[in-house]
């Protein structure tokens, strides 16, 4: 079971996301999971992948223009229907509560859709996810810097448990959708 997970990062938040959510999808026995940033990632090996998780920063409520130039390569895989079927996943960061969060995912679900693809989410019966989530995918808030001299904000521990259970869901879910059963090898 391949499983692709691309992102666009600013500043390492998005992609501490997108590691937790690699980690995530590793646990799963079987899972063989790639990372790449949109600037490496390559289009041509998505029709090998069984599942594909996107993410980026929410800028201003939408998608980053790094990761919306990435999703406008898709353009011959969607003629071909070569991504129908595949499962997809989304999550993304923003730097202010209300940032747009899930009108960000909203808007990376919306290609896959186009594309064929099955959505995988997040339940309220993970806790983080109940608390403070979204069925969508993982959209987590990382407060602006007020200097450039301060620490990066990163994702919360509550905010990568999130990214993981997305990582691991999608792996299971992809699992069975493949005719495969994997179960979970660690947490």
Aim: with cysteine; hydrophobic share 40%.
């Amino acid at each position: 079971m391949k499983i692709y997970v691309v992102y666009d990062s600013d500043n390492g938040h998005t992609e501490a996301l997108a590691r937790s959510i690699t980690d995530g999808a590793g646990t799963v026995a079987g899972a063989d999971v790639y990372m790449d940033h949109v600037r490496e990632a390559d289009v041509n090996r998505l029709p090998d992948m069984d599942a594909l998780i996107w993410g980026c920063p929410g800028h201003f409520g939408t998608i980053s223009a790094g990761m919306k130039t990435w999703i406008d390569k898709l353009g011959y895989l969607w003629a071909r229907g070569e991504l129908i079927g595949k499962v997809g996943g989304v999550f993304c960061t923003t730097a202010t509560v209300h940032g747009g969060v899930e009108a960000t995912m909203l808007n990376l679900i919306t290609p896959m859709l186009h594309q064929g693809m099955i959505i995988v989410g997040l339940p309220a019966s993970i806790p983080e996810n109940a608390l403070y989530g979204s069925y969508y995918g993982v959209g987590v808030t990382c407060p602006v810097e007020t200097s450039a001299n301060d620490p990066i904000n990163l994702p919360t521990e509550n905010d990568l448990a999130l990214g993981r259970a997305l990582g691991q869901r999608v792996a299971v879910v992809t699992g069975r959708m493949i005719g495969q059963s994997h179960p979970i090898t660690k947490r």
